[in-house]
């Protein structure tokens, strides 16, 4: 259900200006209100880079971001201030989010007194949102050292939640942690969205995680978006022949864990990328046109899109 008004688009123009290392080069992905969209790709594809334009906090080198249908970039200085808040970002290493000098309580307070949104006492605001990210507040005397991996990701998702946000973007967030734990997470991420109404970009390299959190997926291949469809249509479906072998079947050494396969090749350096469609040196079906033209996003399935020159043939 397309609601402009409700949309988090992010559309990116080319980005080529060395000596400014970019990995994005063209994106046009919409993130619907209430959704939880999973970008995945190889490290290095610059899935963090657009993880952090979504957030606000990397402006794009050209291009548009729009938060809710406006272009941030003809926001005034309040107006940004106010989408700089509603859009979080949740690291993938807690301890390194964390200063470790403050108290749970101080660091949780920290952005929403700068912000002067605690309008009551410090502590209730603050046991509030360690409430909601299922953190104990008897225990928010204490650092960050003294607590677990799973407890510390839990402060850091009540300093997000704190500045009551809309639209948090994960990256890596639950990398890090044991199996069981990351499980406890994602129920919490996904607990939270039915809470509070919250709409995700889930930025992450493990295939179990996104299949389990994600509505829809995009596939990201040096900079570029290379396919997109709700979860269960591109696992049963994968259209373009990055995705097909990124999601081919690889042996599941743990159960409920699986890994994306490993693409043969190695992956070319993103301030450099192949001419044509970047995926070509890889890519065990490309011809002449692909070392040539960029292809054309198109729409192959409702709601499913895919950028790759073997689409125009099927559809010839
Ligand atoms: Fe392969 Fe050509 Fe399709 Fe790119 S456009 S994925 S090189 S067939
Ligand atoms: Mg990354």
Redo the contacts with the bound molecule.
């Keep these: 259900k397309p609601d402009l008004a409700g949309r988090i688009s992010i559309a990116l123009g080319a980005a080529k200006s060395p000596p400014v290392v970019h990995a994005i080069d063209i994106v046009d992905l919409t993130i619907r209100q209430g959704e939880v969209m999973g970008l995945v790709g190889e490290s290095g594809c610059g899935k963090s880079t657009l993880g952090r334009i979504a957030a606000g906090i990397l402006p794009p080198s050209s291009g548009s971001v729009l938060w809710q249908g406006q272009d941030r970039a003809e926001m005034s200085t309040g107006q940004r201030f106010a989408a700089d808040l509603k859009a979080q970002m949740i690291f993938q290493n807690p301890m390194a989010a964390l200063n470790p000098r403050m108290n749970v309580e101080a660091l949780v307070a920290e952005a929403p007194r700068i912000h002067g949104m605690i309008k009551g006492s410090r502590a209730d605001y603050v046991d509030n949102y360690l409430r909601q990210a299922g953190f104990d507040p008897s225990m928010k005397g204490r650092l960050p050292h003294q607590f677990s991996g799973g407890q510390r990701a839990r402060v850091n998702i009540a300093r997000a939640l704190a500045v009551q946000p809309e639209f948090l973007v994960c990256d890596e967030s639950v990398a890090a942690l044991d199996v069981s734990i990351q499980a406890q997470i994602l129920n919490l991420f996904m607990d939270l969205r039915e809470q509070l109404s919250l709409t995700y970009l889930f930025v992450s390299h493990d295939l179990g995680v996104v299949e389990h959190i994600s509505d829809r997926v995009a596939i990201m291949y040096l900079g570029r978006i ?1 396919e997109e469809a709700p979860v269960a249509e591109v696992f049963a479906r994968p259209n ?3 995705t097909q072998q990124l999601l081919a079947e690889v042996p599941r050494i743990q159960k409920g864990k699986r890994r994306f396969s490993a693409v043969k090749g190695e992956l070319p350096s993103p301030l450099d990328p192949p001419k ?5 040196p890889r ?5 002449d ?2 070392r040539i033209e960029v ?1 054309a996003r198109q729409e192959i399935a409702p709601g499913h899109v895919s ?4 689409n125009d043939a099927a559809a010839a």
């Design positions: 290379v373009h022949p990055y044509g469609c970047h995926f070509h890519c065990p079906f490309a011809h046109r692909c292809p950028a790759c020159h073997l």
